[in-house]
């Protein structure tokens, strides 16, 4: 009898404390969405996209807060020891939480282990982009250019996709260049347009303005078709590199430990801020696609590329640090 009541009791204290806990998302607190890159690239300004519809749709207050550097590493070490508690995420990519494991092997971060996926929000490639500085405008001519003269062309960089894009063009076309590493892409970007550097893979959102000055002009895609945004600009496979095919992606994750239950329900949230008027716009002006995925498929594609890229970039040997 003891026992019974003893149970009941238990159970009826559990039922309490679920009825006074607030509904989560609690509308009076804060979202914090942690970018582990700079203001102005493409990721940043969907995370801002993704805040201002979960504003407009689910009346939920979210900031976006940029912790760039070390190739996405601080923003990441940053979101791995915020609290569990549903109320700090982090937009991350394949170079946070596939490629820094094969590049930055002593990284303060486990990948897999400090985080747990929210949602898939979106798939991207880059351009290869040139200074206007460079006497030559097409694919061929660069590659032409570097074989004569092996590491004489500067490349900026500012994660490691943009290094990986360079190593695999290095590989595929059988040149060499100089790596020139940057805190963020838009001071790549600005080493790119003053001539400090010749190349650099990135985001069409943020070149296009630059193409439009004449400072800049592309060269390539990555992807295995063109982008919306840039019609014009061919995939490296139409340039006679059939081998290069590099594709992104982007997802929301949570810190571990954060309760399933509040998981499911911030997926919910977001799958239906990507959809908003703010997203779609921001994913066309990057020339993103939508990825809806849940947690469970964004662990199985991060794996996946794990394996596939770990493989790839083993083979290159000794990667430049």
Not at 28 to 57: E, N, Q
Not at 132 to 138: A, E, I, R
Request: net charge positive; with cysteine; hydrophobic share 45%.
């Amino acid at each position: 009898m003891f026992r019974l009541l003893a149970s009941l009791l238990l159970l009826l204290a559990c039922a309490l404390a679920h009825a006074q806990a607030p509904a989560y998302p609690d509308k009076s607190r804060v979202i914090k969405i942690i970018v582990p890159f700079g203001a102005g690239s493409g990721t940043d300004l969907l995370a801002r996209a993704l805040a201002r519809a979960m504003s407009d749709k689910a009346g939920i207050r979210a900031v976006v807060e940029n912790k760039p550097g070390a190739e996405g590493v601080i923003g990441m070490q940053a979101a791995k020891t915020a609290p569990a508690d549903g109320y700090t995420m982090v937009l991350a990519n394949i170079s946070t939480q596939v490629l820094n494991v094969h590049m930055h092997p002593n990284q303060a971060y486990d990948p897999v282990a400090d985080f747990v996926p929210i949602t898939g929000i979106a798939t991207f490639t880059n351009v290869l982009n040139a200074s206007s500085t460079l006497p030559f405008k097409t694919l061929s001519d660069v590659i032409d250019a570097a074989k004569k003269s092996p590491e004489k062309f500067r490349f900026a960089s500012a994660t490691t996709f943009t290094r990986l894009e360079m190593l695999m063009f290095e590989h595929i076309a059988k040149v060499k260049v100089l790596q020139v590493p940057y805190k963020a892409m838009s001071e790549a970007t600005t080493a790119l347009v003053s001539g400090e550097v010749d190349l650099l893979f990135n985001d069409a959102v943020t070149a296009i303005p630059f193409y439009q000055a004449g400072k800049v002009f592309p060269l390539a895609v990555t992807g295995t078709k063109r982008m919306t945004g840039l019609p014009n600009v061919p995939t490296f496979r139409e340039l006679g590199l059939p081998e290069y095919e590099l594709t992104g992606w982007i997802a929301m994750y949570f810190p571990a430990k954060t309760p399933p239950a509040m998981t499911l329900a911030m997926r919910k949230v977001l799958q239906d801020a990507a959809k908003s008027p703010p997203a779609v716009e921001a994913m066309a002006r990057a020339s993103y696609e939508p990825l809806d995925l849940p947690g469970e498929l964004v662990t199985a594609l991060q794996k996946a590329d794990s394996d596939r890229l770990g493989k790839w970039m083993r083979a290159l040997g000794p990667l430049p640090k």
